[in-house]
Nanobody, 126 residues
Framework: QVQLVESGGGLVQAGGSLRLSCAAS????????MGWFRQAPGKEREAVSA????????YYVDRVKGRFTISRDNAKNMVYLQMNSLKPEDTAVYHC???????????????????WGQGTQVTVSS
């Protein structure tokens, strides 16, 4: 089992920044990759970004490229999402998730992730 706790969400004006953090505990040795997903009311869950635990390869959905940066600290079992130039359409509950299997290459497929955090609310006002 891997437990995930997100933090760092809040209310910010358009153009502002937030940094989300996700702390992993438990069987962290099983982590292959960690990702960030978001879901707004009335919308489907959307993959935002992911990073592999060993190599640090990063992935981003096109709409956040150049604005968001994912990073990880393996020693602390932490993953971060730095969000700059926030837009109202970024408003959502953001979840971090753990992928334990190295099989499957579709990073944006939430079904390939095994553990999920409780989520942290990000609200961007216009």
């Amino acid at each position: 089992q891997v437990q995930l706790v997100e933090s760092g969400g809040g209310l910010v004006q358009a153009g502002g920044s937030l940094r989300l953090s996700c702390a992993a505990s438990g069987r962290t040795f099983s982590i292959y990759a960690m990702g960030w997903f978001r879901q707004a009311p009335g919308k489907e869950r959307e993959a935002v970004s992911a990073i592999t635990w060993g190599g640090g390869s990063t992935y981003y959905v096109d709409r956040v490229k150049g604005r968001f940066t994912i990073s990880r600290d393996n020693a602390k079992n932490m993953v971060y999402l730095q969000m700059n130039s926030l837009k109202p359409e970024d408003t959502a509950v953001y979840h971090c998730a753990v992928k334990t299997s190295l099989y499957g290459s579709i990073w944006w497929d939430g079904d390939q992730y095994d553990y999920w955090g409780q989520g942290t609310q990000v609200t961007v006002s216009s």
